[in-house]
């Protein structure tokens, strides 16, 4: 499974927008970038994904390299709701394959 | 919509003893998942089930037996409860494979488990 790499914590100032960095430089063609957020003593929460194109949703953007090794997750105005461990997960089509949770990075946000 | 939800919350279990963590999906999602979460660290998988009557073993299902009789049910069997089994178990469900590109998964809240 192609892995993912990213910073273990940052720190962002509320109401600023916060960039997560996240290097997968074995990524491979029919690979989906994922992003979770799991906010303290809660399960994970689907954030946002994409495959080659830049996306938004309601709650962040996702900006992919245009070779694909790497992509960065915004959150255009952070609030103290944001603190949470984001984490950047590949999915690769096929059976029930296994999505591979590494330790993500914790991000603070303080006022 | 409930979306996925586990039972019990938290349990104290001694050493040896056996316990079932019940999960349910409101969903209709035929793809459900056990994971469990130690301090500090990523999510495991365990266990996992593609559809009604078929399961397969995931990263570290040793200690844990499952079973799917239901679309909506996902129990997970720990038999002689170990302090290595002490972590924080979370249920997940999709309405594709894990790992179906777009696929997405809906988490419960988790059950923490303890073993002394």
């Known amino acids: 499974d192609a892995k993912t790499t990213q910073p273990n914590s940052m720190e962002s100032n509320e109401e600023e927008p916060v960039h997560l960095p996240c290097n997968h430089s074995?990524?491979?063609?029919?690979?989906?970038i994922h992003w979770y957020r799991q906010l303290p003593s809660q399960g994970p929460e689907y954030v946002i994904h994409g495959l080659t194109s830049n996306v938004n949703n309601r709650m962040a953007s996702l900006a992919i390299a245009e070779d694909r090794k790497s992509s960065t997750l915004i959150l255009h105005r952070a609030t103290l709701r944001d603190a949470a461990v984001y984490y950047c997960i590949l999915t690769t089509t096929g059976t029930a394959s296994k999505l591979t949770f590494g330790t993500g990075t914790r991000l603070q946000v303080t006022l | 919509n409930a979306g996925v939800t586990q039972t019990p919350k938290f349990r104290i279990l001694k050493i040896g003893q056996s316990m079932t963590l019940q999960c349910a999906q409101d969903m209709n999602h035929n793809y459900m998942y056990w994971y469990r979460q130690d301090p500090g660290m990523g999510l495991k998988l365990i266990y996992y089930s593609v559809g009604a009557g078929i399961t397969d073993k995931g990263e570290v299902p040793n200690g844990y037996n499952v079973s799917r009789s239901t679309t909506e049910d996902f129990p997970l069997r720990l038999e002689l409860a170990a302090p290595s089994q002490t972590s924080v178990y979370f249920c997940?469900?999709?309405?594709?494979?894990?790992?179906?590109?777009?696929?997405?998964?809906?988490f419960g809240a988790g059950s923490r488990l303890t073993v002394l």
């Open positions: 074995t990524i491979s063609g029919t690979d989906y």
């Open positions: 997940a469900s999709s309405s594709a494979p894990q790992g179906f590109g777009a696929n997405v998964l809906t």
